[in-house]
């Protein structure tokens, strides 16, 4: 069998003007594959049974606080599958993808106008990675101007991506906690911003869901010493159309597709974690750049300051698709996505108040974070096992580090009201519980098809095979 594909050397193949045919190998199996006979029926019901096993957002309530599990349009899947898309060789040239460049060419346009950056990077595949490229980029930055800075500044409250990239990128994070009223402590800021940092790392709104009321004044700060703002935009959720990160004086975001732009995410993935930047930072962004010339769109390898690829390709194009039709389907009133997120975060919150400890009591943005801690220890844990039985994914636990027995709970803005108010009532509920019947929430979940797991033994040695006999029922 013969097939042809277009190579081109310059470009290591991925622009195609020559056409070389390769032979492929025929028939090279020796025998029949041990595969086993079953009928279709039998297939599908194994696949439908083993997908019941598990939790999703289609299946249930996911308040799963920063990393927004909001529903996931099914247009987008529509959208994602046409075959001009999907069926698309990596290897095409551009002249034969100019539906597919222009779709990220756009979705570049459309990224801008939401945060006010100048560029888009569409390349990498997830918020850490993201935080990667832009600490990189903060490095060749420094280097390129002869100076000296090795440190990043980065708040008690960050995820932990944010420390986790300045050590890969051979950085010191300087840890500034957090205020009374859940900022980033801005006296302590100042007192530690020397001249030798190179970045700071803020997310906003925050992690426990509180703007970052300071972010003017440290953005203005960081600037008069010379020092990079880098905002983690994964809660973007919460500002979409309202505030752009650019005005507030980032000088790069990475947003997480996969959370405020409804691309699926979970099980490792695949995501897409782009990185906005403003003018003077874009020539460092990796390669190849899509360039519009004539109402023709091209790859631009010829960038000699880019800091080189962070993915193969151009990211995970497929959740590219699915971003930019999201976007395109609310158009100019995507405020609203944030308008309800912070509004059905409030109003949870408001719910919970009298049963739960809040650490920062003021209004919060998308998303919030209460202690159990008046529950006992472990609580956060027990409860959020019990909330199993209810049929309610868990919202994240012991998260910000800096609030003990911490339950942080991002509702999205795609839950209605009756779904809120069953929430709250099955949170209450299991606080009775624990006075009243607490082995019942010391044990649970009872009503899964895996019962209470020794988490640091599931870790360590997993048991991925599937069998009727896992069920601990
Ligand atoms: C989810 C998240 C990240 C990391 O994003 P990934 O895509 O999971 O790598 C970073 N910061 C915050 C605040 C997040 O919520």
Known sequence: MKTIFEYDEQTSGHLADEQVSIELPGDLRRGDLPLPNVSEVNVVRHYTNLSRENFGVDVGFYPLGSCTMKYNPKVNEDVAKLEGFSSLHPHAGAKFAQGSLQL??????????????????????????????GVMIAKVHFAQKNQKRSKAIIPDSAHGTNPATAAICKMETVVIPTDLRGNMDLQKFKEALTPDIAIVMLTNPNTLGLYEENVLEICELAHKNGTLTYCDGANMNAMLGITKPAEQGFDMIHLNLHKSFSTPHGGGGPGAGVLGVRKFLEGYLPIPRIVKQDAKYAFDYDRPKSVGKVHSFYGNFGMLVRAYCYIRTWGSDIR?????????ANYLLSLLKETFEVPYNRSCAHEFVVSSKNFGQKSAQNIAKRLLDYGFHPPTIYFPLIVSEALMIEPTETENKETLDRFASALKEITREIEENPQIVANAPHATPVGRLDEVMAARKPNLKWSAGNRII
């Open 104 to 133: 990220m060419w756009d979705l570049e346009q459309l990224l801008k106008e939401i945060t006010g950056m100048d560029a888009f990077s569409l390349q990498p595949a997830a918020g850490a990675q993201s935080e990667l490229l």
């Open 336 to 344: 609203k996505v944030s308008e309800h997120a912070v509004l059905n």
